[in-house]
């Protein structure tokens, strides 16, 4: 299976921005849809962001819209989140998911379930 490894987490002031990264290892993504997920302890996983890489036709949840970018480097095999304007509430554990269930559109991927490769995760910590 396709190691996931994401990197780019850490502690900033409301306001503030990072951009994480999630690199694919030992595979080259061609028509692949990627997610950033993110999950806080005693609450569901919810999906943030989605990017399918042959097209780059991206998916966002409303709660991050306007705000967060995901983007992708084919050549470097990484998918990108690009996080700004961030809020106390956007505190969490971050995932990189791939290899999506068979026949689940990449726009239709809103449930952690509809992919069967995770991340190890990295964590965002917000201060207000």
């Known amino acids: 299976q396709v190691q996931l490894v994401e990197s780019g987490g850490g502690s900033v002031q409301a306001g503030g921005s990072l951009r994480l990264s999630c690199e694919a290892s030992g595979y080259t993504w061609t028509r692949d849809c990627v997610g950033w997920f993110r999950q806080v302890p005693g609450k569901e996983r919810e999906g943030v962001a989605r990017?399918?890489?042959?097209?780059?036709?991206?998916y966002y949840a409303d709660s991050v819209k306007g705000r967060f970018t995901i983007s992708r480097d084919n050549a470097e095999n990484t998918v990108y989140l690009h996080m700004n304007s961030l809020k106390a509430e956007d505190t969490a554990m971050y995932y990189c998911?791939?290899?999506?269930?068979?026949?689940?559109?990449?726009?239709?991927?809103?449930?952690?379930?509809?992919?069967?490769?995770w991340g190890q995760g990295t964590r965002v910590t917000v201060s207000s």
């Open positions: 990017i399918f890489t042959g097209t780059g036709d991206t």
């Open positions: 998911a791939a290899d999506l269930r068979r026949g689940v559109p990449c726009g239709d991927a809103y449930s952690g379930s509809d992919f069967r490769n």
